[in-house]
């Protein structure tokens, strides 16, 4: 029983959220102002969308969080979570990090806790009520964080009126 595979993602979704210098989601979320937190770019506005979307990086933070917490709770849990339950408890900048940090926590100890690489191959419930396999959940996971690593990139460039993306720190 080998566990190469599994160790290789576990690695992978710390690396899509906290170690990889460029593109991980704490890096991008290091430099941003407590006035970037919940601003929104100068450009926003319901007639680009055609709605008036949230786009503040908080709303991107708690997204990532409570993603993190329905992947987690119906692949490795028992599936009872709903989107609403799956919420920070505020929406202030601190406490939002905790509890999207805690969140990444058990999704990785979830995944480092199967038995060995073969749980990869086996079907697990997503949120949307689908079977997929245990490394597509995974992957999914991972690449949501730098999705959404660069989106909080790309909205900290609009807010602070920069031509292109800002490097974090």
């Known amino acids: 029983m080998t566990h190469t595979e599994l160790d290789i ?19 991008n979320l290091s430099d ?13 506005s319901a007639e680009v969308f055609g709605h008036s979307p949230d786009l503040s990086i908080a709303h991107i933070v708690k997204h990532v969080g409570a993603a993190k917490l329905m992947w987690g709770n119906h692949a490795f849990g028992d599936a009872s979570l709903t989107w609403p339950e799956a919420q920070p ?4 900048r601190e406490p939002m990090l905790e509890w999207v940090d805690a969140a990444h926590r058990h999704f990785v100890a979830a995944v480092a806790a199967l038995e060995d690489d073969r749980e990869l191959a086996v079907d697990r419930p997503a949120h949307s009520g689908r079977l997929l396999p245990t490394h597509q959940i995974i992957s999914i996971v991972i690449n949501h964080d730098l ?17 292109g993306w800002v490097q974090p720190g």
């Open 9 to 27: 993602m576990t690695r992978a979704l710390e690396a899509a959220y906290r170690f990889d210098t460029f593109h991980a989601l704490l890096e």
């Open 32 to 44: 941003v102002r407590e006035d970037e937190w919940a601003a929104l770019p100068a450009n926003h």
């Open 89 to 92: 408890p505020s929406m202030d």
């Open 147 to 163: 999705y959404h690593s660069g989106e909080i990139n790309r909205q900290r460039a609009l807010i602070r009126g920069a031509d």
